[in-house]
């Protein structure tokens, strides 16, 4: 008989939870749940979909005990592992981190140039008081961390609490698989990569299936006339009108390093000039109010329609598919699977001519004692000098919030491939200072 596992989910509140909860219901056979939790520092908003959701699990899965609080001892005693979603200052701050550098002749992104870094420094607080937590009342629990901005808070989690047991994943390439599945006619389980890279900044190397035959060729043509654009769209975290376009936007990037398949953020620091005028054609409604007018409403409402007809049925969350990679990383550290995974962990030597200190984005052999990563070689100079510049800024972010250093964060945005001055980049600054508040540590 399997053993069935307590889980808090840290993010409560996120328009992505019901999709994780339908998720763990889809794959209760492999991943049994004895107790699900919901934290959030935000009851309100939280108490919507935990409502709602305790409605849904007492009609379908009613031997979970299911609850959601605001206190941290209540959501992280007594748990086998905590699922992290979080975003601090929620879609308010989002949708400044994407128009402010607007306002500068900037793109505004949630993980990437001013906007990823503005995010970042905002993360590290409320991911470092998540880990304390699960660390204080369940000392033995694991982190599976898949919080924007990765990369950032990958890097925080190394400087600041290294001996912690937290695994950071992101969601990207195996939503890239998915499509890659599409185009070669397999399922994504059956196909095994190479990659290397940070996080939302990469290249595979290689897509065989099991049996060792090689992709890379026929999805390298693919999507040299297509981007990752496919028929049929079962990602449907990816589907909105602004992925759409990145998804297209990927034989551009491929054009440039055509020799392997790039990560779509990519087109973040190949053509940023591309993506602000992009931008600049709709200042007032960036993807922050895609997303509050799309998948947030339609979670929201679902909640409430749920709530108000004290059912589920006919009115169910939709299952977020894609997130099943977060059950297969829970298994193979529960039951030592050894299963290959992508995962952003510290270099040592994966990357070969890279620092062993960068936080690198790699296939690993995950099992019970975490991820194991697997050896890539040498890069190439292209993709080393881009991956070196990039994650140079990651560092002097998270030295920024440490030091509590303005030198360092004018610095770490300088330096961004994104923006195109120091004194851009200082204008910017100052007014993401002011904008982002108490949300930051005070700069000196």
């Not at 939870?17 to 939790?37: A, E």
């Not at 748990?79 to 879609?91: E, N, P, Q, S, T």
């Not at 610095?411 to 923006?419: E, P, Y």
Request: some cysteine; aromatic content about 10%.
């Amino acid at each position: 008989m399997m053993n069935k596992f307590s889980v808090v989910i840290a993010g409560g509140g996120s328009t992505f939870t019901p999709g994780i909860v339908m998720m763990l219901l889809d794959n209760s056979d492999r991943f049994p749940l004895r107790k699900l939790k919901l934290y959030d520092n935000d009851g309100d908003r939280q108490g919507i979909l935990g409502e709602a959701l305790a409605i849904l699990l007492k009609e379908q899965a009613p031997e979970i005990e299911f609850s959601y609080t605001t206190d941290p001892e209540e959501a992280f005693s007594d748990i086998d592992f905590c699922m992290a979603h979080i975003r601090v200052g929620k879609y308010a701050m989002r949708e400044k981190d994407e128009k402010v550098p607007l306002k500068h002749g900037v793109f505004g992104q949630e993980t990437c140039g001013p906007g990823g870094i503005a995010y970042g420094m905002r993360s590290i607080t409320g991911m470092l008081e998540i880990i304390d937590y699960m660390e204080k009342y369940s000392p033995e629990a694991w982190m599976l961390n898949y919080s924007n901005p990765a990369a950032i808070v990958a890097e925080a989690c190394r400087v600041l609490r290294p001996a912690s047991k937290v695994l950071n994943i992101c969601d990207m390439p195996v939503g890239t698989l998915r499509r890659m599945s599409q185009i070669v006619g397999k399922k994504p389980e059956e196909l095994e990569v190479r990659y290397f890279g940070l996080n939302h900044f990469g290249w595979w190397t290689s897509v065989k299936d099991k049996e060792g035959n090689e992709y890379l060729d026929q999805i390298r043509e693919y999507v040299a006339e297509n981007g990752y654009l496919t028929q049929i769209e079962v990602d449907t975290q990816h589907t909105d009108p602004s992925w759409q376009e990145t998804h297209k936007k990927a034989k551009d990037i491929l054009a440039v390093a055509p020799e392997y398949l790039p990560n779509t953020y990519l087109k973040y620091y190949l053509y940023p000039d591309y993506v602000t005028d992009h931008m600049q054609e709709h200042p007032e409604y960036t993807r922050a109010n895609e997303v509050m007018a799309g998948r947030e409403k339609t979670v929201f409402d679902h909640a409430k329609n749920i709530i108000e007809n004290g059912s589920a049925k006919g009115i169910a969350f939709d299952i977020d598919a894609h997130a099943s990679f977060i059950v297969d990383l829970a298994r193979a550290i529960a039951y030592n699977t050894h299963e290959r995974m992508v995962m952003i962990v510290e270099n040592n030597g994966a990357i070969a001519n890279f620092p062993d200190d960068a936080m690198v984005e790699v296939p690993c052999i995950v099992g019970v004692d975490g991820p194991e990563p697997l050896t890539q070689g040498y890069i190439p100079a292209f993709q080393q000098a881009l991956m070196f510049q990039q994650v140079t800024v990651e560092k002097l972010v998270v030295e920024a919030y440490v030091e509590k250093s303005y030198q360092k964060m004018w610095q770490a945005l300088t330096l961004s491939k994104t923006v195109p001055s120091a004194q851009v980049a200082k204008e910017l600054l100052d007014d993401l200072i002011i904008e982002n508040g108490d949300f930051w540590p005070e700069l000196k």
